[in-house]
């Protein structure tokens, strides 16, 4: 590990303290994780201490770790990744935060912390069902308005539940139950079936 990353890890543990779960170094990367019960204050420490200053969100992203591994993950299933850019200390932190409860998975929202988090927040929201607390206008951002489910989850159908048509005798458009045959999408060159070793 560089010096650089040696003293960004040390500085981190010192700011966070118990408040830190995990911390990993990996391809020159930080990823740290944090209980989603200490995620506001944890925040606020990585925005404001003079030795992290990390005063820009760069992206926050859903995860699904449904059937990770190969079915082998056995931790929670849904989590947020969050980036960090230090402009005035050149340095960037990853933080991953597990969202407790799968059936309704909700953290805090980073909006009064750091603006960029609204949209970021409300297409997690809109593709994987996470629920961000007080954010102040959660609400669909890429699908339809009627749109049910959440269709970056492991278990929504790839061909979708439902499509759209323009019906020329009722002159609008309709949706309808899906017609596409269920199909094996997986390309052949990397299906196990009628692969001879030897």
């Not at 989590?79 to 200390?89: D, E, G, N, P, Q």
Request: charged share 25%; glycine share 6%; aromatic share 12%.
């Amino acid at each position: 590990m560089s010096a650089r990353l040696e003293k960004l890890s040390e500085e981190i543990k010192l700011a966070l303290g118990e408040k830190l779960s995990k911390l990993s170094v990996h391809v020159g990367e930080i990823t740290i994780e944090v209980k989603a019960a200490d995620l506001l204050a944890v925040c606020q420490t990585l925005r404001d201490a003079p030795a992290l200053k990390f005063e820009q969100l760069i992206d926050l992203c859903g995860v699904d770790y449904a059937e990770y591994g190969d079915g082998t993950w056995n931790g929670p299933r849904f989590a947020v990744v969050y980036h960090f850019l230090s402009i005035s200390l050149n340095q960037r932190l990853r933080l991953r935060v597990y969202a407790e409860d799968e059936d309704f998975p909700v953290l805090p929202t980073l909006v009064n912390l750091w603006p960029a988090a609204n949209w970021f927040e409300r297409e997690a929201f809109d593709l994987f069902g996470i629920m961000f607390e007080d954010h102040p206008d959660l609400r669909r951002l890429l699908t339809d308005y009627g749109f049910v489910g959440h269709p970056f989850r492991k278990d929504f159908p790839m061909i979708g539940n439902v499509e759209m048509r323009y019906d020329p005798d009722q002159q609008r458009v309709i949706y309808q139950p899906v017609s596409i045959e269920l199909r094996n999408n997986v390309p052949r060159i990397i299906r196990d079936e009628g692969f001879h070793h030897g």
